[in-house]
């Protein structure tokens, strides 16, 4: 990817992320990512097209190391022990970007293939949940649930993060928070 285009999609990523997706403008973007406005809208016709990129960029790569893990052939929960460590990881290598993700993911001015891989990511978690609920493993349950149960609770780490980084002078939560959230997830899903 040619890097003024990679800079865009990073200043947009944390435009959007610190100011949301409605608020942020296109010179905010371009000021933040050092191109003139001409530059950007070279790289993309407009904010939309700017959101879109980056949260299929960033949805790719999360759908990569999901369905790597998931598509392994081992345990349950060593699955699961895998999923939590690459979210936190993730958390604490890239807190903008997991931020925007929750800002966005949502978003309605998401582009089909947006929305597509938003669906893809849903259906690997699905099919980790179901694989361990025939596994005996976890209990039978709406994958909204699941979804609130683990994905929900690591965007609520994430957001003690993101306003420890970015708002107050609270300190992040540490190594045991995490471990004490993996828990408690765990918990929740298990049967």
């Known amino acids: 990817m040619n890097s003024k285009k ?7 990523i944390k435009t959007f992320a610190c100011t949301g997706y409605a608020a942020s403008t296109v010179p905010e973007i371009a000021k ?18 700017l959101l879109n990129e980056a949260l299929q960029l960033i949805l790719k790569h999360v759908n990569d190391n999901l369905a790597s893990i998931i598509h392994s052939d081992r345990e349950t929960e060593v699955l699961f022990n895998d999923l939590l460590g690459f979210g936190f990881q993730f958390i604490q290598e890239d807190i903008t970007t997991i931020h ?14 947006s929305i597509t891989l938003r669906e893809q990511t849903v259906d690997l978690l699905n099919e980790f949940f179901k694989n361990g609920e025939k596994q005996n493993v976890f209990k039978t349950s709406d994958i909204h649930a699941q979804l609130a ?7 609520m780490m ?5 306003i420890s980084q970015n708002f107050s002078s609270d300190n992040a939560p540490n190594q045991q928070s995490l471990e004490d959230l993996k828990t408690q997830i765990w918990h929740g899903l298990t049967i």
Do not use: M, R
């Open 6 to 12: 990679e800079q865009l999609l990073s200043a947009a």
């Open 32 to 49: 933040l990512a050092h191109v003139s406005i001409g530059t950007l809208y070279h790289y993309f016709d407009s904010k939309q097209d």
């Open 100 to 113: 925007f993700l929750y800002e966005n993911i949502y978003n309605d001015k998401l582009y089909q293939p």
């Open 149 to 155: 149960i683990s994905v929900g609770s690591l965007f």
């Open 158 to 162: 994430c957001n003690f993060y993101w």
